[in-house]
């Protein structure tokens, strides 16, 4: 089993950056892909970002391409999104999610795909 805390959300103005961190435990962190989703109200969850399991490979929305970086560091066993550029259009909740992919050098980006998720951190981009 996977726990994931998501942290480092807040209210940021329209150009400016953040970094938002989830915390794993509960298992072998790099046995499992990683990826960051996000949430408006009155939306359907909405892929982000997405890294494998060594890092080695990232996969992005077409929304925040340019914009967005997800990292991962199995030491720590968290893994980051630093969000720079932002829009009042990024507001949403953003979740991370695990995926068991074990030395498999590939991306999940459909939520199915994800096996654990975390409770979400809330970013506000003003006008």
């Known amino acids: 089993q996977v726990q994931l805390v998501e942290s480092g959300g807040g209210l940021v103005q329209a150009g400016g950056s953040l970094r938002i961190s989830c915390a794993a435990s509960g298992s072998t962190f790099s046995n499992y892909a990683m990826g960051w989703f996000r949430q408006a109200p009155e939306k359907e969850r909405e892929f982000v970002a997405g890294?494998?399991?060594?890092?080695?490979?990232?996969y992005y929305a077409d929304s925040v391409k340019g914009r967005f970086t997800i990292s991962r560091d199995n030491a720590k066993n968290t893994v980051y999104l630093q969000m720079n550029s932002l829009k009042p259009e990024d507001t949403a909740v953003y979740s991370c999610?695990?995926?068991?992919?074990?030395?498999?050098?590939?991306?999940?980006?459909?939520?199915?795909?994800?096996?654990?998720w975390g409770q979400g951190t809330q970013v506000t981009v003003s006008s």
């Open positions: 890294i494998s399991w060594s890092g080695g490979s990232t």
């Open positions: 999610a695990a995926g068991f992919l074990p030395r498999t050098p590939v991306v999940i980006t459909t939520t199915r795909g994800y096996d654990y």
